[in-house]
């Protein structure tokens, strides 16, 4: 069985400021890990994965994530948010065991950029 | 090539009421998949098809749904006697093959709201 914990709801920046969003995650295989973005009234994109290579990721829009195996997370950082960085993001793991895609999503953390 | 479609953005339904949720994949794709997302909650997996064969449904409920992907056309998601608990947005996603998370494309989704 594998679940994703994300332990921000929402979380709250100023422009220019960095962003941290936090994600663990359980699995009983090695997952595969991704963060998706959801603005509002659009579909999900994707903004980064990690496919068992190299443990920091860098995606889209200057994000990056860094898997660490021994704390069993996946946390999303950007060094200076921006404006159009408001929307939901979710943290998503899966275990490429079970058939076709089946992804297990995380609750979400909806951020807020202030001006 | 267009994305993958989902129609309509928006479908209000009377408690007792069918709803017909279509989704048109990728040109290309023939792996459908169906999330749920209740409000301010992450997408839950409700069933994966493929051309005219359900693969996995474990995570669609007992009654009153059914799921079809069809030799043409796109894939319905179908709910009978609608309730108030079915209220959410249906999001449909495709991948051209089996099994890569790399490669699954989320459409806009449907916003389900039973009155």
């Known amino acids: 069985a594998q679940s994703v914990t994300q332990l921000d709801s929402h979380v709250s920046v100023s422009e220019g400021t960095p962003v941290l969003l936090r994600c663990n995650y359980s699995?009983?295989?090695?997952?595969?890990l991704f963060w998706y973005v959801q603005h509002p009234n659009k579909g999900l994109q994707l903004l980064l994965k990690?496919?068992?290579?190299?443990?920091l990721v860098k995606g889209i829009n200057g994000f990056e994530a860094e898997f660490k195996k021994s704390e069993t997370s996946f946390h999303l950082t950007k060094p200076s948010a921006h404006m159009s960085d408001a929307a939901e993001y979710f943290c998503?793991?899966?275990?490429?065991?079970?058939?076709?895609?089946?992804?297990?999503f995380g609750g979400g953390t909806r951020v807020l950029v202030k001006p | 090539n267009a994305g993958v479609m989902q129609n309509p953005r928006h479908l209000v339904r009377r408690r007792g009421q069918e709803a017909r949720l279509r989704c048109s994949p990728m040109?290309?794709?023939?792996?459908v998949y169906w999330y749920r997302q209740l409000p301010e909650e992450g997408l839950k997996f409700m069933v994966y098809?493929?051309?005219?064969?359900?693969?996995?449904e474990s995570g669609m409920p007992k009654e009153r749904f059914s799921a079809e992907f069809p030799k043409e056309g796109p894939s319905i998601l179908r709910i009978q006697q609608v309730v108030r608990g079915d209220s959410a947005a249906y999001f449909c996603?495709?991948?051209?093959?089996?099994?890569?998370?790399?490669?699954?494309?989320f459409g806009s989704g449907t916003q389900l709201s039973v009155l």
């Open positions: 098809l493929q051309k005219e064969n359900i693969i996995d």
């Open positions: 998503v793991v899966s275990d490429g065991q079970a058939a076709g895609n089946k992804l297990t």
């Open positions: 699995s009983s295989y090695s997952p595969s």
């Open positions: 040109k290309g794709h023939s792996h």
């Open positions: 990690y496919t068992s290579a190299a443990t």
């Open positions: 996603a495709s991948s051209p093959d089996y099994p890569t998370n790399e490669k699954l494309f």
